[in-house]
């Protein structure tokens, strides 16, 4: 398990919100640490997947929490 | 970790200006801008007024007599039920597009959906490119000043320049 060093809620947000706040979070973060994304977007497992493979960040975890609950584990790379 | 490889670029075409036609070019432009695509829409004809400062989109029922129409309020279920819609009441009645723009508001609201407005602010935050068909804007009386001054203006030779080194075109 990574050291997360910043969290981001995206709870309620729909498409295409979560890839642009993740966005905005990594921006802010050093190269080599980890953001931990929280989403309800039934959708973002496929965007999150598609969104790392198109940036070249790491997607280290997905996880399906149930209820609609996603989190992902992301590294910056660069 | 390999570096991603050249930048890729998406090219749209927006030439919708109802409500509900705002939201694919701007959805489309800030999730491929979140990947670090290079991203330039071209506003023409009625996509035009998306550019103006201020957003005053409407649904036009009226003219798209598939659009479901839901309640955004009450129990799921009855959220869920489709209420036919006679054209005749659509056309007719006045207020009826005010009240239908405000319902489809209030149901994007509650699901999540970001306001236009955002979306944009969004794409302008990450640098997507707004250009403004300077053709249609001189038909239709349009003058740079009203539009945000992210705005650029080019025409139709200008943007296909563009669209010729893009890896996605889009006319919506």
């Given at each position: 398990?990574?050291?997360?060093?910043?969290?981001?809620?995206?709870?309620?947000?729909?498409?295409?919100?979560?890839?642009?706040?993740t966005r905005?979070?990594l921006?802010?973060?050093?190269v080599?640490?980890?953001l931990?994304?929280?989403?309800?977007?039934?959708?973002?497992?496929?965007?999150?997947?598609?969104w790392a493979k198109q940036t070249g960040h790491e997607l280290i975890?997905?996880?399906?929490?149930?209820?609609?609950?996603?989190?992902?584990?992301i590294k910056k790379t660069h | 970790m390999?570096?991603p490889?050249?930048?890729?670029?998406?090219?749209?075409?927006?030439?919708?200006?109802?409500?509900?036609?705002?939201?694919?070019?701007?959805?489309?432009?800030?999730?491929?801008?979140?990947m670090d695509?290079?991203?330039?829409?071209?506003?023409?004809?009625?996509?035009?007024?998306?550019?103006?400062?201020?957003?005053?989109?409407?649904?036009?029922?009226?003219?798209?007599?598939?659009?479901?129409?839901?309640?955004?309020?009450?129990?799921?279920?009855?959220?869920?039920?489709?209420?036919?819609?006679?054209?005749?009441?659509?056309?007719?009645?006045?207020?009826?597009?005010?009240?239908?723009?405000?319902?489809?508001?209030?149901?994007?609201?509650?699901?999540?959906?970001?306001?236009?407005?955002?979306?944009?602010?969004?794409?302008?935050?990450?640098?997507?490119?707004?250009?403004?068909?300077?053709?249609?804007?001189?038909?239709?009386?349009?003058?740079?000043?009203?539009?945000?001054?992210?705005?650029?203006?080019?025409?139709?030779?200008?943007?296909?320049?563009?669209?010729?080194?893009?890896?996605?075109?889009?006319?919506?």
């Amino acid at each position: 398990m990574a050291n997360i060093d910043t969290t981001l809620d995206c709870s309620g947000m729909l498409c295409p919100m979560p890839v642009v706040k993740t966005r905005k979070a990594l921006k802010g973060m050093e190269v080599g640490q980890v953001l931990q994304m929280i989403s309800t977007d039934p959708g973002a497992m496929p965007d999150m997947e598609a969104w790392a493979k198109q940036t070249g960040h790491e997607l280290i975890e997905s996880n399906d929490n149930g209820d609609n609950v996603f989190t992902f584990t992301i590294k910056k790379t660069h | 970790m390999a570096e991603p490889k050249k930048q890729k670029r998406l090219a749209l075409v927006a030439t919708k200006g109802t409500l509900d036609w705002a939201y694919p070019p701007f959805i489309l432009a800030s999730a491929a801008a979140a990947m670090d695509w290079e991203v330039g829409i071209f506003f023409t004809f009625y996509g035009l007024p998306l550019l103006n400062k201020e957003i005053k989109a409407t649904i036009s029922p009226g003219s798209n007599p598939a659009m479901p129409m839901k309640m955004p309020f009450g129990p799921e279920k009855f959220q869920n039920i489709d209420w036919p819609m006679p054209n005749i009441l659509m056309n007719n009645m006045p207020g009826f597009e005010g009240m239908a723009t405000g319902m489809m508001k209030k149901m994007f609201k509650n699901k999540g959906v970001a306001s236009i407005e955002e979306l944009r602010e969004a794409c302008v935050d990450m640098d997507v490119q707004m250009i403004g068909c300077q053709m249609t804007m001189d038909v239709f009386g349009f003058s740079k000043e009203d539009f945000i001054e992210e705005a650029e203006v080019a025409g139709a030779a200008a943007f296909l320049a563009y669209a010729a080194d893009a890896d996605v075109s889009m006319f919506i």
